[in-house]
């Protein structure tokens, strides 16, 4: 110890001699041979009193350098493990001033108000240049608070048929919402599913190995239940009761084509979801087919279209740029999180509207509710039309989901029980309501006469229930 004490008092007057302009060499050689194999204690010492580090003519030294200084030469050579904070901060950020923290406190600081700015300077570059969503007919054309009828209010009816669609209508629906896939010759029918199994008792047939003609061979009213019910995790999913009856079952309900549907209601609003197909060359090929029968029908400003995928929403779009589009999911997720911080001004949306599940379909998170005021506000600052659509569970669930939409301000519900929806808004018509009960649609046979009815007046009328036969 007594040697490290005299190396140290050496050692400063050597530094003394340095910072004097007194060559390093000749600072060293005034060292005895003892002190000389101190050195080897300290490689950084060694070196700056060697003159090896010649950093800014020595301003610079290390940390460990300056505990030579102050004679603390014992501590920072044998208690090097015992002192990781003794250690040099390594930071290359400026420390802020005026503060007591440590190196690495300092520099995170620092360096997330960096960050902070950086992003705000981004931020306000994209509000700068931002645009709203473009404006389209079609929502023009829907009522405040409108009522869309999911798959034809698949709850009330055989999904995605002509004839759920004719009760909706005579319920008083807004729109008509419908998926669309593509047959083996091309036609373009209206079914959620590969598969018929979903819609009929068929077990694997796939809708695009088949003709239009073998797929409207099969009943879609045989499988449909009185007391169908669904689990809100999974909506799809049915519970099939002990007491369960098919009342619609074979009285000729079948699938129909998407030409079918804009003949017989050219005037009321529909919402086409394309479901994603394995094959990409048929995904882009039923876009086309799509797009030129809205064309040709002249139903470009009584439709827009729903995809989940992005890739599929922008293929759609690139095909047929006239018909309004709602964005995908990513795009309801970036403009709902942009929600949470207020931050929805920086957004330039290249579609028309939002279509968002009342809340998250996982176990987990089913009580996250998506659907609130700040989100709905966030979108009608951006000029989009928020549509919601009610997970499938109880009535009273769905009654209670409804009217906090309503409540929200959304501009439309999408609900498989439209009857819900409408009571919400005092506007079910009761009347019609019993002329399509179980026990009319048995009773009153279907005929030529009611079937031009049904086509002249766009709904169940007069008695009589269009089957779509």
Known sequence: MMKIKHYTLRRNE?????????????????????????????????????GELHTSSGKHASYRYSQYDSGNFSDAASNEDEQPESRSCKCALPKIPKLSFGCCVHCTATAALMISFLLIHVYLYYVEIAELAPDHKVFSLLPPKATIAYRGSKRLWPENTVFAFSNAIAMGADALEFDV??????????????????????KGLV???MTLAQIQSHDVGETWGSETRYSITSPDVEEVSTNQTFPYKGIGIRVPTLTEVFTLFPLIIKNIFLRPLADKSLQRELYQNVCELIELHNQTDRVFVTAFLEEYVKGFQRVC????????????????????????????????????????????????????????????????????????????????????MFDVGVDGVVSSRIDISLKERGLLNESAFSLISDEIVRSVPTSAACNETARTNLATSSGCTYLGL
Do not use: C
């Open 321 to 404: 740029p006239g018909v309004a589009v709602t964005g995908s999911v990513v795009r309801a997720t970036q403009m709902y999180i942009a929600s949470r911080f207020f931050m929805e001004p920086g957004i330039t949306p290249l579609y028309e509207g939002l279509a968002v599940p009342f809340r998250i379909l996982t176990e987990r998170l089913q009580r996250w509710v998506i659907v609130d005021e700040r989100f709905v506000e966030a979108a009608h600052g951006r000029n989009l039309r928020m549509f919601g659509w009610t997970t499938l569970v109880g009535e009273t669930e769905e009654q209670k989901q409804v009217q906090l």
């Open 14 to 50: 050597a530094s003394k001699n340095y910072h004097n302009g007194i060559s390093n060499k000749t600072a060293v050689s005034s060292l005895n041979g003892a002190e000389a194999a101190a050195h080897d204690k300290d490689p950084i010492a060694d070196s700056l009193l060697r």
């Open 181 to 202: 896939q593509m047959s083996q010759d091309k036609e373009l029918v209206l079914i959620r599913e590969e598969k018929l199994d979903a819609v009929t008792n068929s």
């Open 207 to 209: 809708v695009r190995d």
